[in-house]
């Protein structure tokens, strides 16, 4: 890995906006989204437990969500110092060790808050807190081997999230129905973080983090993205459509076959296509899993 020369700190202590920068915002809609499905998919109803609602929400997205942000930049300063070299950290405006700080803090506050939800919930945090960590710490570092990293990242950002929102509404351990779509949902989203490391190709070649992409080339990444998403969503088609909600089992293929055209435009140029199809495919997809929750609430309600 080359030696990176970090600019020297300016401050002591980091501005507000540059610690919600680092947080970044942008980044909570995904967890915050799966625990919404996981909510809806409990069949509880909203206004029996929305105390417990706003204290998940806060827990999935600024707490959690938020703390991961903060261990991958520290870890990846850097990576980041190549690829993005205006983020908070290898800019310095983030200075000294306040980026670990920062996340030492945040993981503390995400226990205390998943303690009083309940034990379940406090379980699934601390899984996905130490997921956070070794997706980015040394030595484990699981993002720097490319079939582990999207795995950690999907079953952290999509399938503890979703399982989260059901168990602080249901107030216990979710059903096994929503155990599996959330499984299977998870799985999926291993193909999303593929392609969402198609925009650090050349930074992870340069300091050695063999991502799929690096690994396999990026058309073979590609297809193993598309396979890997599509597979699960036809499992829940068919789960949900055992299960009696038709309609829901409907959305869902039909989710699916228009993800399939998008697919073969982002086959035939996965580099630049990436990005298009992360704003359109997986769109498709996480409406899929919120279909999928108001399917489970049919069957759980």
Same mark, same amino acid.
């Given at each position: 890995?080359?030696?990176?020369? &970090?600019?020297?700190?300016?401050?002591?202590?980091?501005?507000?906006?540059?610690?919600?920068?680092?947080?970044?915002?942008?980044?909570?809609?995904?967890?915050?989204?799966?625990?919404?499905?996981?909510?809806?998919? =409990?069949?509880?109803?909203?206004?029996?437990?929305?105390?417990?609602?706003?204290?998940?929400?806060?827990?999935?997205?600024?707490?959690?969500?938020?703390? =991961?942000?903060?261990?991958?930049?520290?870890?990846?300063?850097?990576?980041?110092?190549?690829?993005?070299?205006?983020?908070?950290?290898?800019?310095?405006?983030?200075?000294?060790?306040?980026?670990?700080?920062?996340?030492?803090?945040? =993981?503390?506050?995400?226990?205390?808050?998943?303690?009083?939800?309940?034990?379940?919930?406090?379980?699934?945090?601390?899984?996905?807190?130490?997921?956070?960590?070794?997706?980015?710490?040394?030595?484990?570092?699981?993002?720097?081997?490319?079939?582990?990293?999207?795995?950690?990242?999907?079953?952290?950002?999509?399938?503890?999230?979703?399982?989260?929102?059901?168990?602080?509404?249901?107030?216990?351990?979710?059903?096994?129905?929503? &155990?599996?779509?959330?499984?299977?949902?998870?799985?999926?989203?291993?193909?999303?973080?593929?392609?969402?490391?198609?925009?650090?190709?050349?930074?992870?070649?340069?300091?050695?983090?063999?991502?799929?992409?690096?690994?396999?080339?990026?058309?073979?990444?590609? &297809?193993?993205?598309?396979?890997?998403?599509?597979?699960?969503?036809?499992?829940?088609?068919?789960?949900?459509?055992?299960?009696?909600?038709?309609?829901?089992?409907?959305?869902?293929?039909?989710?699916?076959?228009?993800?399939?055209?998008?697919?073969?435009?982002?086959?035939?140029?996965?580099?630049?296509?990436?990005?298009?199809?992360?704003?359109?495919?997986?769109?498709?997809?996480?409406?899929?899993?919120?279909?999928?929750?108001?399917?489970?609430?049919?069957?759980?309600?």
């Amino acid at each position: 890995m080359p030696v990176v020369t &970090l600019p020297a700190a300016t401050r002591r202590f980091p501005h507000p906006r540059d610690v919600l920068a680092l947080l970044k915002p942008v980044t909570w809609f995904p967890p915050m989204w799966a625990f919404m499905c996981g909510v809806v998919s =409990s069949g509880v109803p909203l206004a029996e437990r929305w105390g417990f609602l706003v204290a998940g929400m806060v827990l999935a997205g600024p707490l959690v969500c938020g703390t =991961s942000q903060a261990v991958n930049d520290w870890f990846d300063r850097d990576v980041d110092a190549i690829n993005e070299p205006d983020r908070p950290i290898p800019s310095g405006r983030i200075p000294g060790h306040w980026g670990l700080w920062i996340a030492c803090i945040g =993981s503390l506050l995400s226990l205390v808050i998943a303690a009083l939800l309940g034990p379940w919930v406090l379980a699934a945090t601390v899984l996905g807190l130490i997921l956070a960590w070794i997706y980015s710490m040394p030595p484990i570092r699981a993002k720097a081997h490319g079939w582990w990293g999207p795995g950690v990242c999907a079953l952290a950002y999509e399938g503890l999230t979703w399982f989260t929102g059901a168990a602080v509404m249901a107030g216990g351990l979710p059903n096994g129905h929503i &155990l599996a779509v959330l499984a299977l949902y998870a799985a999926g989203a291993h193909g999303i973080m593929v392609l969402n490391d198609f925009k650090a190709i050349e930074g992870d070649r340069q300091t050695g983090v063999t991502s799929l992409p690096v690994r396999l080339g990026v058309r073979k990444a590609a &297809l193993v993205a598309c396979v890997t998403m599509a597979v699960p969503q036809a499992v829940v088609a068919g789960l949900l459509w055992h299960w009696g909600p038709w309609w829901a089992a409907a959305a869902v293929a039909a989710s699916l076959a228009t993800q399939a055209v998008l697919m073969r435009r982002l086959l035939s140029d996965p580099a630049k296509q990436a990005p298009w199809y992360n704003a359109t495919g997986t769109s498709l997809y996480v409406t899929g899993m919120l279909i999928a929750a108001f399917g489970l609430r049919a069957v759980t309600g």
